[in-house]
């Protein structure tokens, strides 16, 4: 059974980046038929795509969103990544990782989400 | 931006009873439809995609319809663990959801 877990900090200051790591157990990052991706809810904005990246390396990012975010894909780690560069209270959400059967695609496994809050 | 639209935002019903949800898209989307089911504190779980094809696992209570713009989630017969939020996804054009419809015991 795929599992997927996100890891970083739950808390960043205002200006900084934020950092996401996603660990993926159970089977291999590695597949062309996948891409990984990472989705981010709040609040005020519901459920918003943040951005997709293939194995290797193929970006796809939310048009709102990519002149701030960067994703890489770690396959000797089984783990992929998100940053988003000068992040304000607007970036507080609960942040998933989930797996696509392609480039544009529904996502059929998910993170357990976490939390980060941009504040001083 | 595809804009992704679901009603009601709110919907009571009785268990045993038949549920309908709706998702609007502000464009064609063909069958690039998926339907999430979330429930508090967990991650969004994928019931439909392909406008009407049940995910791994999801019971056959859960049926999809519609294309093009219009889509449908029909729960037949509403079981205690089925009240939770739903969300409509398209990824025809990149990918946006629509705000939740939340499935409440009435």
């Known amino acids: 059974q795929l599992q997927l877990q996100e890891s970083g900090p739950g808390l960043v200051k205002p200006s900084e980046t934020l950092s996401l790591t996603c660990t993926v157990s159970g089977g291999s990052i590695s597949s062309s038929s996948y891409f990984w991706g990472w989705i981010r809810q709040s609040p005020g904005k519901g459920l918003e795509w943040i951005g997709s990246?293939?194995?290797?390396?193929?970006?796809h990012y939310n048009p709102s969103l990519k002149s701030r975010v960067t994703t890489s894909v770690d396959a000797s780690k089984t783990q992929f990544s998100l940053k988003l560069s000068s992040v304000t209270a607007a970036d507080t959400a609960v942040y998933y990782c989930a797996r696509l059967l392609g480039i544009r695609s529904f996502f059929d496994y998910w993170g357990q989400g976490t939390l980060v809050t941009v504040s001083s | 931006e595809i804009v992704m639209t679901q009603s009601p935002a709110t919907l009571s019903v009785s268990p045993g009873e038949r549920a309908t949800l709706s998702c609007r898209a502000s464009?064609?989307?063909?069958?690039?439809l998926a339907w999430y089911q979330q429930k508090p504190g967990q991650a969004p779980r994928l019931l439909i995609f392909g406008a009407s094809t049940r995910a791994t696992g999801i019971p056959a209570r859960f049926s999809g319809s519609g294309s093009g713009t219009e889509f449908t989630l029909t729960i037949s017969s509403l079981q205690s663990e089925d009240f939770a939020v739903y969300y409509c996804q398209q990824y025809n054009n990149w990918s946006t959801f629509g705000q939740g419809t939340k499935l409440e015991i009435k």
């Open positions: 464009q064609s989307v063909s069958s690039n």
């Open positions: 990246i293939s194995y290797s390396g193929s970006t």
